[in-house]
C-alpha cells in the first residue's frame, strides 16, 4: 500500500488545501498530513489566525486524510519518511526544489496550487468588513 505524506499551516482551511488532499489521495492508498504547530510557524515567520488544535482536528476530519501528525520542525521530514515507510512526499508548486533532499529516501512531487485563493488573501478580504 503506497504512502504519502505533505506537510503545511491549513490556517483557515479553504478549497485550495483541498484540492491537495484530495489528490493525495488519487495518488496513495494512505496520505499522512504534518501540520505546522504554532512554535514552528513562529519559526517560518508565518502569522497564523487558527490554533494548532483546531488547525490539526480541521484537517483530521478531512476524508482524504488517513493520519495527522505536528509538524515542529524542518528536519523531522527525514525521520516521518522512514518512520511510517513513506513512499512519496508532496507538496505544493511553491515549495519546488527546497525538499529535493528527500529524493533518496522517497519520490518528491510538487503539485500545482489552486489559483484565486490564499489564506492571505482570505485575510485581506475579511478586513474589509
Ligand atoms: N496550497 C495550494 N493552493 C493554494 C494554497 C495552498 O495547493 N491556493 C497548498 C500549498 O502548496 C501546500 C498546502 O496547500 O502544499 C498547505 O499550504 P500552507 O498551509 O500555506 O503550507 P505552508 O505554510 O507553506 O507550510 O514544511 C512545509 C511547510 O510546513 C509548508
Redesign the pocket.
Known amino acids: 500500500a503506497k504512502t504519502i505524506i505533505?506537510?503545511?499551516?491549513?490556517?483557515m482551511f479553504?478549497?485550495?488545501?483541498l484540492?491537495?488532499?484530495r489528490?493525495l489521495n488519487e495518488m496513495a492508498d494512505r496520505v499522512i498530513v504534518?501540520?505546522?504547530t504554532d512554535e514552528?510557524?513562529i519559526g517560518?515567520g508565518?502569522k497564523v489566525l487558527i490554533p494548532y488544535e483546531q488547525r490539526a482536528d480541521i484537517v483530521s476530519a478531512i476524508q482524504y486524510v488517513d493520519l495527522v501528525i505536528p509538524?515542529k520542525s524542518?528536519e523531522q521530514?527525514l525521520s516521518d519518511v522512514k518512520e511510517y515507510q513513506v513512499d512519496t512526499f508532496?507538496?505544493?508548486?511553491?515549495?519546488e526544489g527546497?525538499?529535493d533532499f528527500l529524493s533518496d529516501l522517497c519520490e518528491v512531487v510538487?503539485?500545482?496550487?489552486?489559483?484565486?485563493?490564499?489564506?492571505t488573501d482570505l485575510k485581506r478580504s475579511l478586513k474589509r468588513f
Do not use: C, M, P, Q
Open positions: 505533505t506537510y503545511g499551516t491549513f490556517d479553504h478549497v485550495g488545501h484540492n491537495l488532499l489528490r504534518g501540520v505546522s514552528f510557524n517560518k508565518k509538524e524542518w521530514k508532496a507538496i505544493g508548486k511553491d515549495w527546497k525538499f510538487y503539485l500545482d496550487r489552486t489559483d484565486s485563493i490564499s489564506t
